[in-house]
């Protein structure tokens, strides 16, 4: 604020900019020395006090400190003086136009007591009868005066106004900027935590394999290493009866020597590594599908012994629910579509459902079309409690649909399924 009005004091009146050349007139103001030599009347532009003529201007001496500080201030771009309305309101034509005092026409030496509209220029009578004002639309100075008042007011107004919607966005936006960045952050260290979940797991299934395969490794180099020992003994023994006649019996003793094989190198971590600890770490992460079953309360309904798939008559559209519902924590289940042509997959007032070859989200009262971009075979539900948030997957992509912010949801809450004809099924 200090560094703006220190420009402001620096700047001429009449140019508004930086002073160039500044002198001081005896009242004690300043001006560049090309602004005030070039002023018609010999008054300050300012306080209207009298001052020497232009000839005489000429003579005064340059102010050395001024020059200096204006040179300083120069050399600060950033630094601009004053606002735009204050800039207006100091420069001489509209000190001039708002001015009381009696200005004289530079021309005709009359007194300027008319606006040109069309040239926006204060003019006095002589001028307005002359050829370089013919058409031209006047307005008297005081009526002008008074319209430019009005319009600098309102201008102010409107000023103020949309500066103050702008802090506001502003605010709203720096706002939203933190909150963007705080929530990236929580991601971020929530992605590294399970990832590191998953290497410590990893890690520890590699451990524990390759110390699996160093006891097999160690056993079965015992035994091959054992029959290894019978086999040189028989050879040993054989040696020592090659000049024997009863040779030939003893050698039948090799009928019980056989090599033996290492098993090690047999299993499902030869060829299926990858997809055995896939397995595996599909019990570890979390959420953990979940094996819901339903519930066999509804007579129009057929449930499945083993309570993971449902039937309902043609016609009918009856539904089930699971027999567990979630009050806390996320949740992941998945539903066996195929290709069915009506079913409702989701919870209470909040679900995704297929009906005439289209997708519809829908949740308490409306319903919004879906483009998941192909025919759905198998469905994942993610439901998160803490935040109300429900989120469904195409399963075999896991390509994410569409996520529904479940305000009005009411916890506990279970899974619904509805269908017609064949068997929809919990994966």
């Known amino acids: 604020m200090a560094s703006a009005l220190y420009a402001e004091e620096l700047t001429c009146p009449v140019c508004l900019s930086i002073f160039t050349e500044p002198l001081t007139l005896p009242c004690g103001h300043s001006f560049c020395r090309g602004c005030i030599t070039s002023v018609p009347e010999a008054k300050c532009p300012q306080c209207r006090a009298p001052c020497p003529p232009a000839s005489e201007l000429q003579l005064l001496p340059t102010s050395l400190i001024l020059k200096s500080l204006a040179q300083r201030a120069r050399e600060r771009p950033q630094q601009r003086p004053g606002t735009s309305v204050e800039r207006i309101l100091k420069s001489s034509y ?18 300027m007591k008319l606006f040109c509209v069309t040239d926006q ?11 370089a004002h013919d058409g031209h639309r006047f307005k008297p100075i005081r009526e002008a005066a008074a319209a430019l ?61 390759i110390n699996e395969m160093r006891i097999k490794e160690e056993d079965a180099v015992e035994n091959m290493s054992q029959s290894l020992n019978a086999m040189k003994r028989a050879l040993s023994e054989c040696g020592e009866l090659k000049e024997s006649w009863t040779h030939i019996m003893e050698v039948q003793r090799t ?20 997809f055995f600890m896939w397995k595996e770490m599909l019990q570890e992460v979390e959420p953990k599908a979940e094996a819901l079953t339903l519930k066999d309360d509804n007579p129009s309904v057929t449930v499945s012994e083993d309570r993971r798939s449902f039937h309902s008559a043609p016609q009918t559209g009856y539904g089930v629910s699971s027999s567990s519902t979630f009050s806390s924590g996320q949740h992941y289940w998945e539903v066996e579509l195929r290709l069915r042509d009506f079913w409702c997959v989701g919870i209470t007032d909040y679900f995704l459902k297929h009906e005439d070859q289209k997708y519809f989200v829908c949740e308490a009262n409306s319903s919004t079309e879906l483009f998941p971009g192909g ?32 305000r009005g949801l009411s916890l506990p809450v279970g899974n619904i399924l509805k269908n017609v004809g064949k068997n929809l099924e919990i994966k």
């Not at 000190?95 to 009359?110: A, G, K, T």
């Not at 107004?157 to 919607?165: A, L, M, R, S």
């Not at 502003?170 to 933190?178: D, L, P």
């Not at 759905?376 to 912010?405: E, P, W």
């Open 94 to 111: 509209f000190l001039i136009l708002l001015s009381q005092e009696p200005w004289l026409c530079p021309e005709h030496d009359e007194r």
């Open 121 to 131: 220029s204060l003019i006095c009578i002589i001028c307005r009868d002359g050829e």
């Open 149 to 209: 008042r009005r319009d600098i007011d309102l201008g102010l107004v409107n000023i103020t106004g949309q500066t103050e919607k702008i802090q506001k966005l502003v605010q709203t936006q720096s706002a939203e900027v933190k909150k963007a960045k705080e929530l990236s952050a929580q991601l971020k260290s929530q992605v590294q935590q399970e990832f590191n979940s998953m290497h410590q797991f990893l890690r520890r299934r590699e451990d524990q394999i």
């Open 255 to 274: 009928e019980g020597l056989a090599v033996v094989q290492s098993p090690v190198f047999q299993g499902p971590y030869q060829s299926h590594l990858q």
């Open 375 to 406: 025919r759905l075979l198998k469905l994942g539900v993610y439901l998160n409690c803490s935040s109300k948030t429900l989120t469904f997957y195409d399963a075999d992509s896991m390509k994410r649909l569409h996520q529904i912010h479940c």
